[in-house]
């Protein structure tokens, strides 16, 4: 058994327990026990000191291989169907498979290195993004993103590699398969769908989904069902699965109450909405309504980081602008939407997301000696997380009992030798785009 010491212990458990000083006992791949540290000793102890240990955060809507575009679609919204179609997907048409690892060990490496042990992807060249995360040691849910366009080829070709998928990691042990249709009445089809809910029930699997970024899902639907997007997704029995839905900020708050007793899961990417201009989804009516809700970055196109510190941040302030209200979402509440909320809405919630015994072993420990904690006694631990700190105070992370992070040295990964070969692969995508010209 070891035992991990620190000045803080956050738990994020159901009744709030803080332990100053405090540890987390672990054996195999399982916490045993956390409590305060006066009443624990043992032999095989790690003292991290000033350090906060808490759950690792989980990133429950991204994109990995989409760093490979960081930078690229400046000045465009990613979040309509013509933004994303003229500025990313005929980049992505013109990307080869072996341009995808470097790109994926980045994305992992930035999100150890900032605090996310778990994180929820959706893209197609899945079978180049798994061994990777294998190798990073992450925990993860990743779905096979599904664009069609109304083309019978492509549907039938993508429903058959994302069959494929979730058939190849059915015992995986860190890797859970969702399907992941890009988006429902907007680049797939009614006949898609349907096909996307049979490899939902086939495969016990979920739906991650991007969801009412500009409202043209209701739009499409008023003008061929006569209702909302919600409405109709309720009349074809989408909701017997689980369903992740990135972005929801242009849902009809009427349609909150339904959702509300679905297994709908709503993921705030606050920075996309906003570097797209295309606003901010009403959380508070969402928490209000009991919507259960997550925090994903979406891709670093859209976004630039990985750091889901400074997401919390972002949306902490921009629902208060958004509702005219100081604290509008409460710091805890949005630490707890960072880990058990992102834990719940991947079905992990009885394994990850607060540490408590017989949880698997996944945390994190931040630097208390850096800038942005003090006054102690003036501001409380969640609003320092939130509004004070970021990912760079993060210095240790494990995962299913394994250092993936320690003393600030990634473990599992080469973070310059995947840098190098993500700059090679950009220069191979840009030579392939000039002679596509």
Same mark, same amino acid.
């Given at each position: 058994? !070891? ?28 916490? #045993?026990? #956390? ?23 989980? %990133? ?6 989409? #760093? ?17 179609? +003229?500025?990313? $997907? ?64 492509? $549907? ?14 059915? %015992? ?13 009445? #907007?680049? +797939? ?23 009412? &970024? &500009?409202?043209?899902?209701d739009t499409y639907c008023m003008e061929h069902y006569g209702t909302t997007a919600v409405h109709q997704m309720d009349r074809m029995g989408i909701f017997e699965w689980p369903v992740l839905a990135a972005h929801c900020i242009s849902i009809p708050e009427d349609d909150l109450t339904l959702l509300a007793g679905r297994p709908f899961y709503a993921v705030i990417a606050a920075s996309a909405g906003m570097r797209a201009g295309a606003g901010a989804a009403p959380l508070k009516a969402m928490i209000e309504a009991g919507i259960n809700t997550a925090i994903g970055t979406d891709n670093v196109s859209n976004n630039n980081s990985y750091d889901l510190f400074k997401e919390m941040q972002i949306i902490g302030k921009v629902m208060s602008l958004r509702e005219k209200t100081p604290g509008a979402i409460p710091a805890e509440t949005i630490v707890r ?29 931040? %630097? ?14 969640? &609003? ?15 995962? +299913?009992? %394994?250092?993936?992070? $320690?003393? $600030?040295?990634? &473990? !599992? ?25």
């Amino acid at each position: 058994m !070891t035992i991990i010491r620190a000045d803080v212990v956050l738990t994020v458990d159901s009744h709030g327990h803080i332990f100053r000083p405090g540890f987390v006992a672990i054996e195999d791949d399982r916490i #045993v026990e #956390v409590g305060s540290a006066s009443t624990r000793s043992g032999s095989d102890i790690i003292d991290l000191g000033p350090r906060l240990i808490m759950p690792g955060l989980v %990133n429950a809507h991204t994109h990995t291989p989409m #760093v490979l575009f960081r930078g690229i679609s400046e000045g465009h919204s990613l979040l309509t169907f013509e933004g994303w179609y +003229n500025t990313i $997907r005929v980049v992505e048409e013109a990307m080869t498979p072996d341009m995808v690892a470097p790109a994926v060990a980045i994305s992992c490496a930035e999100m150890i290195r900032t605090g996310t042990t778990t994180f929820a992807d959706q893209y197609f060249y899945t079978d180049e993004i798994v061994p990777i995360v294998r190798q990073s040691g992450m925990r993860a849910a990743l779905a096979y993103g599904i664009v069609e366009l109304g083309d019978d080829i492509a $549907r039938r070709r993508e429903l058959a590699h994302a069959g494929e998928f979730l058939a190849s990691i059915q %015992n995986d042990q860190m890797i859970k398969g969702w399907v992941g249709p890009h988006a429902f009445f #907007v680049d +797939n089809t009614e006949e898609t769908m349907r096909g996307e809910m049979a490899l939902a029930d086939r495969y016990d699997a979920g739906l991650h989904i991007h969801f009412s &970024t &500009t409202g043209e899902e209701d739009t499409y639907c008023m003008e061929h069902y006569g209702t909302t997007a919600v409405h109709q997704m309720d009349r074809m029995g989408i909701f017997e699965w689980p369903v992740l839905a990135a972005h929801c900020i242009s849902i009809p708050e009427d349609d909150l109450t339904l959702l509300a007793g679905r297994p709908f899961y709503a993921v705030i990417a606050a920075s996309a909405g906003m570097r797209a201009g295309a606003g901010a989804a009403p959380l508070k009516a969402m928490i209000e309504a009991g919507i259960n809700t997550a925090i994903g970055t979406d891709n670093v196109s859209n976004n630039n980081s990985y750091d889901l510190f400074k997401e919390m941040q972002i949306i902490g302030k921009v629902m208060s602008l958004r509702e005219k209200t100081p604290g509008a979402i409460p710091a805890e509440t949005i630490v707890r939407m960072a880990t058990l909320g992102g834990a719940r809405a991947l079905g992990l919630e009885q394994e990850i997301g607060s540490l408590e015994a017989g949880k698997k072993a996944d945390l994190i420990a931040l %630097n208390l000696t850096e800038i942005g904690w003090g006054p102690s006694r003036a501001q409380d631990v969640y &609003t320092a997380l939130v509004y004070a700190i970021s990912g760079m105070h993060v210095t240790d992370v494990m995962v +299913n009992g %394994n250092w993936l992070l $320690r003393d $600030r040295q990634w &473990t !599992t990964l080469d973070y310059r030798k995947a840098s190098r070969e993500l700059d090679e692969a950009y220069s191979a995508l840009q030579d392939k785009l000039v002679k596509t010209v």
